[in-house]
């Protein structure tokens, strides 16, 4: 595979993985979809990625639900909103 074709299916499971937690991803979640550290980097210097906490980022304009979400990601898995 080449490393473009790579980018566009990584780019594809990002938006996908964004819709499901309203348009926030984690880092982690970003590294599973093979993005490195300088590419989130590069990403947020270039406004493709918006960072909300330490570690959480949005893919677009957030939305207040997008805010909520950024919120429990960012403070860890045992974590509930009411």
Known sequence: MSPQH???????ELVRRSRMQ????????LEVLGLSERAVRNRVATGRLHRLHRGVFATE???????W???ILASG???AAT
């Open 22 to 29: 309203h348009g926030v991803v984690t880092l982690a979640q």
């Open 6 to 12: 790579a980018l566009r299916r990584s780019d594809g």
């Open 77 to 79: 898995p045992r974590v």
């Open 61 to 67: 304009r957030p939305t207040p639900e997008a805010r």
């Open 69 to 71: 979400m950024a919120a």
